[in-house]
């Protein structure tokens, strides 16, 4: 793979500096591009710098574009490790389908990843819960305001060395039940990971953030009745003996640590149901004791305990605002398994250099 190099290198974040998520970003990026004449063409390694763009360029008027978001950790040995990169490759090509974008070569995509997190190595920060975010998009490149599917794309990748995505780090979040606004509907693209879906959530998590609460707990669109995600994370409820997280109706993101929950939660001899989960089951559960623990999962979010749900104004507390057991576990085990530190028994950990 062709490697543009750069003459200067940026600096990097000292050591033990407070990373937030995705506010320094490396030296280089992943790109290639498609034309409907050569298909996908050009994959290079290149400095990653401002680029300029025609503003009539169509990503910037209809939003043509679909991102991923993945983890790249510094094992114990020096080694790079990938959670499960294989997932986020086929999961975007499902979303490029949905957004009428052409499917990319997963190879290709693949090995300009390695090709880039060998390069940045160094940018991988050490300590625990700290991570080189890795974000791969595609945007629509044609310059033309017809609302058409582009015939141009842009693929990248570009990398972020980040901390724990909450500034309170594993503290549990508290989470609002929005039942007005919503994410999507079933035909909608809340499946897809494009970036549509995020601008459309915002208006709602600025209203909840100004009330004190850090994210947003959407509902089914039709009915304001079933529990969807949170937008950054899937929800898990540890109810009773069971643990459910809502089905994948096709308005919730199929995320990857999700599936990766629910495997090892079978593994470890959990009853786990994916099923629709009402908001009223949730409130009757959390008022009669059952609602043991309730989480988020996701690759930036990584397993989240929530502390606190508001529903029509009413506060319910859960395990007394701290992490439960099985969210602890999934914890342990989904960063033992990113860092290096526990086995790997299913093939999740890719290593790389
Ligand atoms: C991720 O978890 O990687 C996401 O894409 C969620 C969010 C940061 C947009």
Redesign the pocket.
Known sequence: MQIIKRTTLKQKPEKGERLG??QYFTDYMFTMKYTAEKGWHDAKIEPNEPKPFDLATSIFHYAQGI????KAFRQPDGKIGVFRPNENWARMNRSATRMCIPNFPEDVAEEGLETLLKLEKDWIPTEMGTAL?IRPTIVATRVMLGVHASTEYLFFIILSPVGS?YAHGLEPTKLLVEDFYVRSSIGGTGEA?CLGN?AASMKAGELAEEKGFDQVLWLDAAEKKYVEEV???NMFFRLGDEVVTPALVGSILPGITRKSCIQLLRENGYNVSERRVSIDEVIAAAKDGSLKEAFGT????VISPVGLIRYKDCDYEINGGKMGDVTRMLYDTITGIQYGTLPDKNGWRKIIG
């Open positions: 998520f995705g991102f991923e978001g993945m975010y995505y990971k995020y937008g950054s994370m996701g690759t930036a979010a």
